[in-house]
């Protein structure tokens, strides 16, 4: 188990330019779940996937943000044309099994990103 | 619908002595709580959940935390803390959603 890992740990981006982030879940692992946390406040819902389908989008997901999951392992969030608002600190999360409660979420260190 | 609040957005705590962080929850639908620990620049890692059963319920490092349905509370508490409990706190709750509703945090910092 070598926890879910997130790649690159910071991105500094200049607003209107596109930024992928990547996140290798625990193998095995079929649930997978991106965060959103800015600055004081708790991680928001961004999308879910069990195996490679998207089962669930947030409206904070707006149509600038594309998730993908091929092959139901690593998973990728794509940001176009990046505004200032959407600086945060992105957070990848696995969990194994049919039931989220009962399988708890292992985050990975997240993706900060900057945009100026 | 489902939201958290965090009633303590920084709780400063002497080393030794006990500390609750405070967490209020309001959902429509069954209740599954849970408190998470964040460190600088890391992920965050489950303390503690709370599905059914026992209201009382312990976690990893000391803490526990106590599900009170009529005040509809799930305070975090541990008895004596140590410098290396000084983290940012998060309550979350879960409904018939998948996904995980979280509180703002609290900033518990342990001082020498």
């Known amino acids: 188990d070598t926890g879910v890992s997130q790649d690159p740990r910071h991105k500094i981006t200049k607003r209107g330019q596109n930024v992928t982030f990547r996140c290798d879940p625990i193998?095995?692992?079929?649930?997978l779940y991106w965060y959103r946390q800015t600055l004081g406040q708790g991680p928001e819902f961004l999308t879910y996937?069990?195996?490679?389908?998207?089962?669930?989008k947030s409206r904070l997901l707006s149509d600038r943000f594309s998730a993908e999951r091929p092959k139901g392992s690593f998973s990728t969030l794509e940001i176009q044309r990046t505004e200032q608002g959407d600086s945060a600190m992105y957070l990848c999360?696995?969990?194994?099994?049919?039931?989220?409660?009962?399988?708890?979420?292992?985050f990975g260190n997240g993706t900060r990103l900057t945009v100026t | 619908a489902q939201s958290v609040t965090q009633l303590d957005s920084q709780v400063p705590v002497f080393e030794e002595a006990p500390v609750e962080l405070r967490c209020n929850y309001s959902?429509?639908?069954?209740?599954?709580l849970f408190w998470y620990v964040q460190y600088p620049n890391q992920g965050l890692q489950l303390l503690l959940k709370?599905?059914?059963?026992?209201?009382l319920v312990k976690g990893i490092n000391g803490f526990e935390a106590e599900f009170n349905k009529s005040q509809t509370s799930f305070h975090l508490r541990k008895p004596s803390v140590h410098i290396s409990d000084t983290a940012e706190y998060f309550c979350?709750?879960?409904?018939?959603?998948?996904?995980?509703?979280f509180g703002s945090g609290t900033q518990l910092t342990v001082l020498p």
């Open positions: 999360a696995s969990s194994p099994g049919q039931s989220s409660y009962n399988s708890p979420l292992h």
């Open positions: 193998s095995e692992h079929n649930r």
């Open positions: 996937f069990q195996n490679e389908a998207q089962l669930e």
């Open positions: 959902s429509s639908v069954s209740v599954y």
């Open positions: 709370y599905l059914s059963g026992s209201t």
């Open positions: 979350a709750v879960g409904g018939s959603a998948r996904q995980l509703t």
